[in-house]
């Protein structure tokens, strides 16, 4: 099972053996071999309680455009270090295709009528149950995977190294790469920064420059399922520098 971002609530849910609304979940997570929680969230409450202020009332959430290119947002000297981490045309690219998606939310937003900005719609939605005392009781073998420049709420790199270190498998893996935001699964990398001093990029070619953190989250995940394993091993923190090389961590 994969979870990327608010997905990684529902897959430690899913492998979550006192799950109180999924009888027999021992069942199901006999039929789960690995997990991979990408920059997922963590560190939400265990149950659902009601909020002092009641629930939302309202039953549609909407993003907007910056909404959706803020998945890309770093610190301003990390965004001007990290050359190329936003590859042209991509954050276009990715609104055009949540609007083909959406084609009633399209139609949606802004100030003029005949020219809609567009909106992103999707229900309202409870983040509860994907904590510490969630996690120690996972047995599931889990690859956890984020950017250190990773700015979104609960899922910065401290949220990352907490799941990691909470998780009950001992089969587990952390990897965090540098030059990489929320938004890893599609960011790129430019400028000689790409091309390692020494070693390869984790996933690449000898020689050849690192493609960016889309590049290291593909192979990651290729090897996790497959194997399993991160560059070999079944366990450990590893750190992929901005040159794409992947290095064991404290």
Known sequence: MIGYSLGGQHVGRTLYAANPVLPGSAAVIAKVNRAVFASSIFGTPTEEVT?????????TNLNTRSDSDGAWAMAPDRDAACTGHVVPGSQNQM???LMEEDRLGSRWGGNDPDHPTGVLRSQTFSSYGWNATIAQQQTTPSLVIDGLDDRTPL??????RALY???G????????????????????CSGPRCT????????????????????????????????????GAANGHFTVD????????P
């Open 196 to 231: 390692p001093q020494s070693g390869t990029p984790y996933g690449g070619r000898p020689g050849r420059p690192w493609s960016g953190p889309h590049a290291t989250a593909q192979a990651a995940v290729a090897e996790w399922i497959k194997k399993g394993t991160f560059n």
């Open 155 to 160: 899922a910065t790199p401290a949220d990352s």
């Open 169 to 188: 498998t001992a089969n587990k893996v952390l990897v965090q790469v540098q030059c990489a935001s929320h938004a890893m699964l599609w960011e790129g």
């Open 51 to 59: 909020p002092a202020a009641g629930f939302t009332s309202f039953p």
């Open 95 to 97: 609104w055009t295709r």
């Open 242 to 249: 901005e040159s794409g090389v992947a290095n064991p961590s």
């Open 165 to 167: 270190n909470s998780l």
